[in-house]
């Protein structure tokens, strides 16, 4: 969906320094916002505020860290299958059935994660912590609230009001922080959630706010035709939802078989790992942002130049709209490559500066975030693949991409674990390497017979 | 194999696959009673039916009890096979077949493609989904239709070759003779036949089948761009493939003998056998005189009988002969949106008081009082209906469609174009006016039919024929 790109790609050829800063910065709060802010506020609570959640730190951190990671683990699927199906709405011009089928996708999830939330409440002992009530009461509207932030994500790139997004999470954020800090000097690690949970809560009203200003929803009702969109996109589902397993399950493998425990709870933490992968991931957003306002913008615009023009030209035309289309995809992904690969090895090289200065040089080895930081290039390459795949109507080498994801990062993962003991981060990378390598090899096999799978299809 | 086993087969007798598309035994008409009479006339052999229809139906006629078996196959239904790797020889092997038919009109390798595709199981879908497919349809679109839309081309090639490799999918019955009552897509299958069983085949043309789809074609609106010309060379190519694999090639009238010779029929091969009527049944039928003048169409009202065009004839007579009454004898129930039109152009023209709609009903009692018999078809080859008229000894007048102007000895009195009401009017006036030339014309049609239209020569003369080249064969 590349509704946004345009909008900033039209900042960034105004040309001027000011403009170019003005249209990335706005790119990172569209792809990374929640995201970044969670990891931001996370940093800031555990850095300055620390007598806050004083007594007991660990939990706080888990709490959220769970809950970000099932929520894209339980619904990742979700998300895809709602992008396309707004895609679809826009492509056809039916923009009625675009603020109905947003809040059908709101009942959708908050129905679809309350009940995990519910279970996983049930099956912890929570009576340790004080005011535990309040603290079920937020970690249930946290995994809410966070699954609706996911859905909104995907809805503002839509959105023209990227300035009005961006106030939205900065309140949201500070909201966010002020809470952990009033709230868990008078509740401990129940207000703290609480606090947090209000301030993401925030975010999500506001978004949906905004959202009505661009979308109004004139009548309460539920778009059927998206929930039938479901068993049409249903390889779309599994790429999503088997992607973001992929993606998490060696983090929760390092979890579970070798992390540390909160007594009485399922909470499980690694901390050789988990601070560097959430600092890796951040790597990732230059290329994203690449992605959205510069490859995409131009791939989508050869792309349905050539997708419009299929039934009505003669076979020439055909292939020279194919060509062009081809060049574009071409040039995309040489630009994230050699985008994100300056960007890596530059703070690859600077590595123990950086370390230091973030004040990780402690905490962090400095092997694992090199193998970290190298995995990322490729998880950040495979989505972009991934995305081109989809264009392709490539569905089912996708859902298989992403499968592929799974399984190895899994296998990989046990393997390291248990026979080899690599370096955490290891089988992420190789997972990584080979779902770029297979993403790259049916993309290169199939682009250029897209016009074949076409018109073989119907 | 969707086998249907009908009445027990007599293992003395020899047994006749008769391959009818969209006729017998599904859609009454005129071929579908010829193949009727032919069957109940050739008690000697055991017949299967083997109908190519585009939908399910009922049959609509009972079936003689030589009749052993029913095969009814749906174009439209999909085929489904394993999924196969398809080897890359079988696409040097469709192209080396085209460039033959193309270049040579040479369909020879035809045989190869069919072997290949009956002996392998393979999906049609699987085969046109196949890249080899898609990259020989845009080598062959760049050269035929390198100006206009492609998609066009593409789904022309897609529904036409899906019909035709389904049907080289088919598995036939066994049988000692097969006789296809149409080129198209029972010709095809009749050439599948004779290829796997190496079995005669006998081709007998009513119409003509190519040319009848071309018009057809030429009228439908959805049919876009090079789509009308590729559906046309198809089915001309089905045609000369058929002629190429049957061993006789049978058509009514010497005209049609002509078109199939120059659409690649071999002369020898060739022979003209008229369509014949039970004489007895309607020899001098014509017994009553009633008060008004009466004319009648004997017709299923239906658009290719444009029975509009009799009404709108109706109307012109009515105005000139005021005693006069029109009777339109047949089925009303096959097009009953086009038969609501007739009756609301009745109406319009104030007539209704004229113009009697019968329904189905048994000609013989109208032939009893019938003055004239008019034939209003668009499309006809050899209708029986002016056999029957002519034996009952009622004179015709009709358009210049299949034989009828060779029926009609070329008179130009009673014959019009196709969909001129006004000289079909002037045909009924003059014989209404000219009484003695209507009673010449009675004896000379009645000879004429006694002579060459006689059933029990068609008969015979077929039961010949498939001793004939059963013998052959054999041998």
Known sequence: ?????????????????????????????????????????????????????????????????????????????????????????????????????????????????????????????????????????????????????????VY????????????????????????????????????????????????????????????????????????ASFKEHKRIFLMGWLFNMAIWSDKMLYWFLKGEHIPGTLYYYYIPYDIPVFLAYLTMIPGLVYFLIIAETDFHKNFFEFISHILEDPFRYIQLKKQKMLISLKNGIKGIVFFQLIWTVGILVKLPQILDFLGYSHTINIAIMRILLIAVFFHMLTLNLMIYLLYMELQFEAAMASCIYLVLNIVATLFSIFYVQWLPGTSYMLASLATTLYCSFYLYKKAPIIDFIIFSRT | MDFVALNKPDPSKPTICIIAEGSYPYITGGVSAWIQDIISGLTNYNFIIFAISAEEDEPKYSFPPNVIGLVNKLLTAPVEMPDKKIPQK????????????????????????????????????????????????????????????FSDYYWA??????????????????????????????????????????????????????????????????????????WINIFNDLSTITYDYSDCIISLFEVNRNIQIAQGAKREKTLVIPN???????????????????????????????????????????????????????????????????????????????????????????????????????????????????????????????????????????????????KLAQGVIYLYNNPDYREKLVASNRNKVIQFYNKKDLIATYDNLYAKYISMYTQ
């Open chain 2, 90 to 149: 079988f696409f040097t092997a469709i192209e080396s077949f085209h460039n033959d038919m193309m270049q040579k009109k040479d369909f020879t390798k035809f045989k190869d493609i069919f072997s290949f595709i009956n002996n392998n199981h393979y999906e049609p879908s699987a085969l046109q989904r196949h890249i080899t497919s898609f990259n020989i349809v845009t080598q062959y679109n760049s050269i035929r239709n390198p100006l206009y839309q």
């Open chain 1, 156 to 227: 503002i790139a839509l959105l023209k009001a990227y300035y009005k997004i961006f106030l939205s999470y900065l309140a949201g954020t500070i909201t966010s922080i002020y809470g952990v800090l009033y709230l868990g000097k008078l509740y401990g690690v129940a207000g703290a959630l609480c606090g947090y949970t209000i301030g993401q809560a925030v975010i999500v009203l506001l978004l949906i706010t905004i959202s009505q200003i661009s979308y109004p929803l004139k009548k309460f009702t539920i778009n059927k035709e998206f929930i």
């Open chain 2, 276 to 422: 014949g009527i039970e004489i007895d049944r309607y020899l001098d039928l014509k017994t009553e005189t009633p008060k008004e003048f009466s004319i009648g169409i004997v017709a299923r009202v239906v658009p290719i009988k444009d029975v509009k065009n009799f009404i709108i004839m109706a109307k012109i007579v009515a105005e000139s002969i005021p005693d006069v009454k029109f009777y339109i004898i047949g089925p009303t129930d096959e097009d009953e949106s086009y038969y609501e039109d007739c009756v609301k152009l009745v109406e319009n023209f104030q007539i209704q008081d004229k113009v009697i709609f019968t329904g189905k009903a048994d000609v013989r009692q109208y032939y009893k009082f019938l003055d004239v018999v008019v034939l209003s078809s668009i499309r006809e080859a050899q209708p029986l209906v002016i056999l029957e008229a002519y034996a009952a000894g009622i004179p015709v007048v009709s358009t210049r469609v299949g034989n009828v102007p060779e029926m009609l000895d070329y008179d130009d009195i009673l014959l019009a174009d196709p969909k001129d009401s006004e």
């Open chain 1, 1 to 153: 969906m590349a509704g946004i790109g345009f909008e900033l790609y039209k900042i960034l050829h105004k040309g001027t320094l000011s403009s170019i800063i003005q249209a990335f910065f706005l790119g990172i709060i569209i792809v990374a916002g929640p995201w970044i802010l969670s990891v931001l506020t996370i940093y800031i609570i555990q850095t300055y505020t620390f007598g806050a959640i004083a007594d007991n730190p660990a939990l706080f951190t888990v709490s959220i860290v769970y809950v970000y990671a099932f929520s894209l683990f339980l619904t990742g699927g979700f998300h895809y299958v709602f992008s396309r199906y707004i895609a679809d709405q826009l492509y056809i011009e039916n923009y009625v059935t675009i603020p109905s089928a947003l809040l059908t996708a709101i009942i959708l999830i908050t129905i679809v994660s309350v009940l995990p939330a519910i279970g996983f409440v049930l099956i912890n002992d929570f009576s340790f912590i004080s005011y535990h009530t309040l603290y079920i009461l937020s970690l249930l509207s946290l995994f809410v609230v966070i699954n609706i932030l996911w859905i909104m994500l």
């Open chain 2, 157 to 230: 090639w897609r529904s036409s070759h899906e019909y035709m490799m389904k049907i080289m999918t088919w598995d036939l019955p066994k049988a000692d003779l097969y006789h296809t009552i149409s080129t198209g897509y029972a010709g095809l299958c009749a050439a599948c036949a004779k290829i796997k069983y190496n079995r005669p085949v006998l081709l007998t043309e009513h119409g003509l089948y190519n040319k009848e789809r071309e018009i057809d074609i030429k009228r439908a609106t959805w049919v876009k761009g090079y789509q009308r010309d590729m």
